[in-house]
């Protein structure tokens, strides 16, 4: 077919600015959400004054809270339409809400113990609920924009090279400003009372500029980006919550994927909240946080412009295969490496990097295919109730970030009270970001292979779809 006919089935070309406003949106959301999940336990142990097992044991407990919420969200989101579209309205009334919950979680209120633990969690919770409102129907923008793989390939590469410039900003940015606006990361201090004491005031002052980064982020991709392939008004009425079960059941591509994100996501949550421990307490030098983090995201703003052609010269499977390779040695490396090596430390940190900054935006590039699959088989385009299936496994494999460290570095002997750490402390550490990484990434691997949709039977689906929706 020529380009024009497949723009008729709903293939289409978009402009950079639509590319571009896009993946602003996640941009956006990483400076909110992302800046929490990678250094809410840290502030949590060394700053707020939480036992890590009972922080650990937080952060698992609002993804219970997640699994009943995610779903609902997305099935209401596929039964009703703001009026400012289906997806897009649910970026402007949820930015503002979302950004001040996101301050919430970094003030340190002047109360006792258990009082501090029940802000908390209140906090948490309701930041990651909310933070739904804008990630589940976010993500169902993103299916539709276009049923043109090749450009759901570059809008996730737009997205993603956005995405990894927020994590320049969050991994070296934030502990670099904290550090310039109270002179230490912090260690706890239960006994000070005052909500702006040193590092207290150091973290809120540096979440507030972040929040309000992102929050301007969010409202230019609510205004510049259009829905084009969106359900009907009588499709829309068809949809159910039990459609949450049918989905799960019936889509296998749809079920594979959601194993990948849980997998891909503890791989990298669990890692990245073991980056600040061991920055400070391995190396033995919190002045080298921001660099050593913002190797994660740098490898990733050169090789993503990139993806589109790597997906066509590989293959989807393949280019995961290579990437997942690359990143198993990075993680390996980092394991061996001995702690007064610094410099090859660095050298593994930014190869796995390489590797699975790759693969952590590839599989983003997934779920169109899925919510295409499910079109063809039951005539719903329900992008929310997907998005919302794949958000709750994302930030479960999240949670095991949050969860996973809190129970090892508890059962490890840390302790936020002490300079130097006990040799199975630091131990624990290095197993939390490389070792069981590693073996995370084995897993992913045999995930990846059990996943057969190809681009063939995309377009075939496609246009299928077009002619009869047009029938």
Not at 319 to 332: C, E, I, K, R
Request: contains cysteine.
């Amino acid at each position: 077919m020529n380009t024009r006919t497949l723009e008729d089935k709903g293939f289409y070309k978009l402009s950079w600015r639509e590319r571009i406003a896009f993946g602003s949106g996640d941009l956006a959301q990483n400076f909110i959400y992302q800046t929490v999940t990678t250094y809410l336990l840290f502030f949590y142990t060394n700053v707020y004054g939480l036992n890590p097992a009972i922080a650990g044991a937080m952060f698992l407990g609002v993804r219970i809270i997640d699994a009943i919420w995610d779903p609902i969200v997305g099935t209401l989101i596929d039964m009703h339409t703001t009026r400012w579209g289906k997806y897009r309205g649910w970026l402007l009334i949820m930015a503002i809400p979302l950004t001040i919950l996101m301050i919430a979680c970094f003030i340190v209120p002047a109360w006792g113990v258990n009082a501090k633990v029940v802000y908390a969690c209140a906090t948490y919770v309701a930041l990651s609920m909310i933070y739904t409102t804008v990630n589940v129907p976010y993500g169902a923008i993103n299916a539709a924009l276009t049923r043109d793989q090749q450009e759901v390939t570059i809008l996730t590469s737009t997205r993603m090279w956005l995405v990894n410039v927020a994590q320049v900003a969050i991994t070296y940015g934030v502990p670099t400003l904290v550090i310039f606006f109270a002179g230490s990361l912090g260690n706890s201090d239960t006994e000070s009372g005052a909500l702006f004491s040193e590092a207290r005031y150091g973290w809120l002052l540096t979440v507030i500029i972040y929040g309000i980064v992102g929050l301007g982020a969010l409202l230019f991709c609510f205004a510049g980006t259009k829905e084009r392939i969106v359900m009907s008004k009588a499709e829309q009425e068809k949809v159910k919550f039990s459609d949450l079960f049918t989905e799960v059941v019936r889509n296998r591509p749809l079920r594979i994927i959601s194993f990948m994100f849980i997998t891909a996501f503890a791989i990298m949550a669990i890692s990245n909240s073991a980056g600040t421990y061991f920055v400070k307490y391995n190396l033995g030098d919190e002045g080298l946080v921001g660099k050593f983090m913002v190797i994660s995201a740098v490898p990733a703003l050169v090789i993503l412009p990139f993806m589109p052609w790597m997906r066509k010269k590989f293959g989807k499977k393949g280019l995961l295969y290579l990437s997942l390779a690359v990143s198993f040695t990075g993680f390996m490396g980092l394991f061996l490496t001995p702690a007064d090596s610094v410099a090859t430390i660095f050298v593994f940190q930014f190869i796995r990097s390489i590797g699975f900054g790759v693969v952590g935006a590839f599989i983003w590039s997934l779920i169109p295919e899925a919510i295409t699959y499910g079109e063809w088989q039951t005539g719903k385009r329900i992008s929310g109730i997907a998005n919302a299936l794949i958000g709750f496994f994302f930030k479960f494999g999240l949670a095991l970030g949050g969860f996973v460290p809190g129970i090892v570095l508890s059962f490890t002997g840390f302790s936020a009270d002490v300079t130097a750490q006990s040799d199975s402390a630091l131990f624990g550490i290095k197993l939390l970001l490389a070792a069981l990484p590693a073996l995370l990434v084995v897993v992913l691997a045999l995930i990846v292979w059990r996943y057969d949709l190809t681009d063939e039977q995309l377009i075939e689906y496609g246009v299928e779809i077009e002619d009869r929706n047009k029938n």
